[in-house]
């Protein structure tokens, strides 16, 4: 009977997760994929440019930034203080090209994970090591906004 159970509770939460067409979706292509790939170089070209306005109305005003070396921001307030003070005109962010992936996520919007790479002007325009991230794109009102953003340095 606990054999049953399991198998019956691991089967329901493999079938809630199972995205119907998911196997077709091509994360390198396609127009979710060129959706976001475009949020993303909006995104960073106001990110790269310190347009504050543009960053402020993408990010969801409940967002959430995981950073494996600074921790957690809940604050979108706090975060684009961050970001003025130790980014603007000290760094530049240039994606990896080809490393973009775009995922759907049903009634909600699509998580992108990709690599990127920092020019640090400070260090003589010294290029980084790719680093991973994830981003998680809300889809509301014929608008994009992350609300999500997990970023991981290499060893950096």
Same mark, same amino acid.
């Given at each position: ?9 691991? +089967?329901?939460? +493999?079938? @809630?997760?199972?995205? $119907? ?13 060129? =959706?976001?790939?475009?949020? %993303? ?12 306005? =543009? ?12 950073? %494996?070396?600074? *921790?957690?921001? =809940?604050?979108?307030?706090?975060? @684009? +203080? ?5 980014i603007c005109g000290k760094v530049t962010r240039v994606m990896v090209k080809g490393s973009a992936?775009?995922? $759907?996520? $049903? *009634? ?6 990709? @690599? ?5 002007? +400070? ?6 090591? $790719? %680093? ?8 509301? %009102?014929?608008?994009?906004?992350? =609300? ?7 060893g950096n």
């Open positions: 009977m606990y054999k049953h159970v399991v198998f019956s509770g691991v +089967a329901l939460l +493999a079938a @809630l997760f199972v995205i $119907p067409g998911a196997s077709a979706q091509n994360p390198k292509s396609g127009e979710l994929y060129n =959706t976001i790939f475009h949020m %993303d170089s909006v995104y960073f070209n106001a990110y790269n440019s310190c347009d504050m306005e =543009t960053q402020a109305a993408i990010f969801a005003d409940s967002i959430e930034f995981y950073h %494996d070396k600074g *921790g957690l921001e =809940t604050s979108k307030k706090a975060l @684009l +203080a961050a970001i003025k003070e130790n992936e775009v995922y $759907p996520i $049903p *009634g909600y919007g699509a998580v992108e994970i990709a @690599l990127h790479q920092f020019i640090n002007h +400070a260090e003589q325009d010294h290029l980084s090591a $790719p %680093d991973k991230f994830v981003v998680i794109w809300r889809h509301r %009102d014929g608008k994009w906004q992350i =609300t999500r953003v997990i970023s991981l340095h290499a």
